[in-house]
């Protein structure tokens, strides 16, 4: 059987729902956003636009409305990780590659089962604290891809 992001949402949005508001992330499937320290964390999960993988994108910028370079102002509670500069986005992915390939993301077109779909949207909370990591400290883990190193 083959597993198209459709069936890999549901179990991602309830997965992603209950842990990230225990990590104080507020926001709805596919985009969530929390402050700390006087800094918005933006974290967005984005599937491969032939379906089959995903990865969740990561940005951090000052909490506040982000003033566009053509006049628009986007409030605090609609900015998304995709409103950053591609520099200062990095990718929470499967692999530690150094490398942001569609195989290098989190991939479930060749799974067999529905329980897989589950365990491999619980990895992302056994790679989570790469995330706060990178958040608090700009330290990228072995699974983070930034653009900068390149």
Not at 6 to 17: A, D, G, Q, S
Not at 80 to 107: G, I, K, N, Y
Not at 122 to 129: T, W
């Amino acid at each position: 059987m083959s597993f198209k992001n459709k069936e890999m949402r549901p179990i991602l949005k309830k997965i992603l729902r209950q842990f990230l508001s225990r990590q104080n992330f507020q926001g709805k499937f596919p985009n969530y956003r929390r402050i700390e320290s006087d800094m918005l964390h933006l974290l967005s999960v984005e599937f491969d636009k032939y379906g089959g993988a995903f990865f969740l994108e990561l940005a951090i910028c000052p909490a506040k409305n982000l003033q566009t370079s053509w006049g628009k102002s986007i409030s605090v509670d609609e900015l998304t990780a995709a409103h950053m500069p591609p520099e200062d986005r990095v990718r929470l992915q499967a692999t530690a590659d150094h490398h942001s390939l569609p195989e290098d993301w989190f991939r479930f077109d060749s799974l067999s089962d529905e329980s897989e779909l589950w365990q491999l949207a619980e990895q992302i909370i056994d790679l989570f604290p790469q995330v706060n990591d990178w958040f608090r400290n700009k330290k990228a883990g072995a699974n983070i891809y930034s653009v900068k190193t390149k």
